[in-house]
């Protein structure tokens, strides 16, 4: 689960040792990039999809080597969209 699926929000607090608790490009403008968050899910409403196969489709558009490994139906969902974003 990440960021950009809304699994992380300003309430999240992350165990000791997690990375994520001290990694300044999660940290830094974090109020400002919960408004990418917002809207991503706008856009998985719209496509009918979830915000990681939002995420997913977005980075499958822009670097074509980048493969997912989800089950075939959602596979299809997200080629679908990233080939929406293109």
Known sequence: ????????DENTHFAQ??????????????????????????WAVEKKATPGQVSLA???????????????HKCRICWKISVQIM
């Open 17 to 42: 040792g997690d990375i994520r608790a001290i990694e300044s490009r999660l940290l830094q403008k974090f109020t400002n990039n919960l408004a990418l968050v917002d809207l991503v899910k706008k």
């Open 58 to 72: 977005w980075l499958m558009a822009r670097k074509p080597w980048i493969v997912q490994s989800q089950a075939q």
């Open 1 to 8: 689960m990440g960021f950009l699926t809304g699994a992380i």
